[in-house]
C-alpha cells in the first residue's frame, strides 16, 4: 500500500513567480491536511480539505495562498507570487475518516524562494 | 490558546541508556496526543496515539503514557538508529487540526 505521495520533492522559484505543491492521499483516506515547517520551528497547519471541500483554512494566509481536493486527481497547494519568507518545507498528510484519526505524512516538497 | 511544549530540546545519550522525552499540553477536551519520529529531510513517521489518561502504548523500544497535562516518550535502552526529532501533537478542542510541538533531537552515541 503506497503511502502519501508529493511532487515535487525540491522546488525552486524567483520571487513572484508561482509555486504548485500536489499531494497524492494513501489508498482509501478522503481526508488532506497541509502542514509548513519552518527552519528551526514546528510544524505548522495550514488547511484541512476533504473530496471538492475545504474543511478548515485558517492557518492559511489569506493573500497569495490557495488550496483544492478535486474530485479526480492530487490536493493542489497553490502559492501565487512568492516570496523569499515561503521558504520553507510543505507537508500533506491524509488520513482515512479525519478527527483525531491517525494523520500519515508524506516526504515533503522543500521549497526555495531565489 | 491551545499550546504544545517539548523537552528537552535535544537529548544526547549513550547507547542503552534509558531516558524520557516530554510533552506538555494545554488544550481544552483533548481527543488525542500524538507521536511521531522525524528524520533528516523527511516526512514525520506516525508512532502512537493515546486517547485518554492513564493509557500506555508500547512499539520496541518506546512506550509512551499520558496524563491529564503531559505525555512521556520512554526509551528503553535506546540504539544509535533511534537518533532522530520525536514530534507531539495534540488533537482537540473544537479545531479540526494538529498542534505540533518544536520537537525534541535525539541523538544516541554507539
Known amino acids: 500500500n503506497a503511502g502519501v505521495m508529493q511532487n515535487p520533492r525540491h522546488l525552486v522559484r524567483r520571487r513572484g513567480q508561482e509555486a504548485r505543491l500536489r499531494c497524492s492521499p494513501m489508498?482509501?483516506?478522503?481526508?488532506v491536511y497541509w502542514y509548513r515547517q519552518l527552519p528551526e520551528e514546528g510544524l505548522k497547519f495550514m488547511v484541512y480539505?476533504?473530496?471538492?471541500?475545504?474543511?478548515?483554512e485558517s492557518g492559511m494566509p489569506k493573500e497569495r495562498f490557495s488550496a483544492e481536493f478535486p474530485k479526480e486527481g492530487p490536493s493542489i497547494l497553490r502559492i501565487q507570487q512568492v516570496v523569499r519568507g515561503d521558504s520553507a518545507a510543505y507537508f500533506c498528510a491524509s488520513s482515512p475518516q479525519g478527527g483525531a484519526d491517525e494523520q500519515y505524512f508524506g516526504p515533503g516538497t522543500r521549497l526555495t524562494v531565489t | 490558546e491551545d499550546q504544545v511544549t517539548q523537552s528537552p530540546e535535544a537529548l544526547r545519550l549513550q547507547e542503552g541508556e534509558s531516558s524520557s522525552l516530554n510533552c506538555s499540553y494545554t488544550?481544552?477536551?483533548?481527543?488525542?496526543l500524538f507521536w511521531y519520529r522525524q528524520d533528516p529531510g523527511k516526512g514525520p513517521e506516525f508512532l502512537f496515539t493515546?486517547?485518554?489518561a492513564g493509557e500506555e502504548k508500547e512499539k520496541e523500544r518506546l512506550k509512551a503514557t499520558l496524563t491529564k497535562k503531559e505525555s512521556f516518550l520512554h526509551i528503553t535502552a535506546p540504539k544509535p538508529e533511534d537518533s532522530a526529532t520525536y514530534l507531539c501533537a495534540s488533537y482537540g478542542g473544537a479545531t479540526n487540526k494538529l498542534i505540533f510541538g518544536t520537537g525534541t533531537l535525539l541523538a544516541v552515541q554507539p
Open positions: 488544550v481544552s477536551g483533548l481527543r488525542g
Open positions: 480539505l476533504q473530496k471538492e471541500n475545504i474543511i478548515d
Open positions: 489508498k482509501g483516506h478522503s481526508h
Open positions: 493515546l486517547y485518554s
